[in-house]
């Protein structure tokens, strides 16, 4: 039976690998459909018919088809309940997680993917990194990862005791940081620094890596 569930988007995008990394975790089988940003495809047709804003991901799955991919991880964990890792709660536990996903993308991200930007990609595509952006950004994140510790010194993960979308979210930018110099802002935070260990090392992460080199 082929696969429902395409995916368009980029092994190497943090946002391509929240999507995958939820796919994963659901154990659903999906097409994943390669879209070359060096050449500029995701700024053309097929792909902006798919995201009118030109950014990977997208996903169809039959006549649907969704880009955002917070959407989309939230539309693949509603949708199939029953399989895999059970990744959102019920009721007003439901509503923690939200808070925390919320989180996520407000407060963390910003912060976090400037610095990778920096840290990260602009050394890899043999750019200048500019330490004032670095300051500004580590000051940031360090103020958001200050609330991250206490409420980790309350639950193994963010919205509780179990690994939900609001731990998954971080999973992309999180990486990035433990492997540049940034990485002290988490490991001089303990709870911070367990919970990073804990989520980076589940299997279907490392299936999502395990794409960058195939």
């Known amino acids: 039976?082929?696969?429902?569930?395409?995916?368009?988007?980029?092994?190497?995008?943090?946002?391509?690998?929240?999507?995958l990394v939820s796919l994963y975790e659901k154990e659903l089988e999906f097409e994943f459909v390669n879209v070359n940003m060096g050449a500029g495809e995701h700024k053309k047709e097929p792909f902006i018919s798919l995201n009118p804003f030109g950014q990977v991901p997208a996903l169809e799955d039959g006549d649907l088809k969704l880009?955002?991919?917070?959407?989309?991880?939230?539309y693949i964990t509603h949708e199939n309940p029953d399989k895999g890792t059970q990744l959102l709660c019920t009721g007003k536990q439901m509503a923690i997680v939200s808070v925390w996903m919320e989180v996520e993308a407000q407060k963390f991200e910003p912060a976090a993917s400037k610095l990778n930007w920096e840290v990260f990609y602009k050394p890899f595509f043999g750019l200048t990194t500019d330490p004032a952006a670095v300051e500004e950004n580590e000051a940031k994140l360090a103020n958001v990862l200050d609330v991250?510790?206490?409420?980790?010194?309350?639950?193994?993960?963010?919205?509780?005791?179990?690994?939900?979308?609001?731990?998954?979210?971080h999973l992309p930018n999180l990486h990035l940081l433990l492997v540049t110099q940034s990485k002290k802002l988490i490991d001089s935070r303990p709870h911070v620094s367990a919970w990073a260990a804990d989520i980076t090392a589940r299997p279907a992460w490392a299936k999502v890596l395990a794409m960058q080199k195939s």
Do not use: C
């Open 1 to 19: 039976m082929m696969a429902t569930i395409k995916v368009h988007g980029s092994p190497f995008s943090t946002a391509t690998q929240r999507v």
């Open 67 to 74: 880009f955002e991919s917070r959407a989309i991880t939230q």
């Open 148 to 169: 991250y510790e206490s409420r980790l010194a309350q639950s193994k993960y963010l919205a509780g005791d179990s690994f939900t979308l609001a731990d998954l979210h």
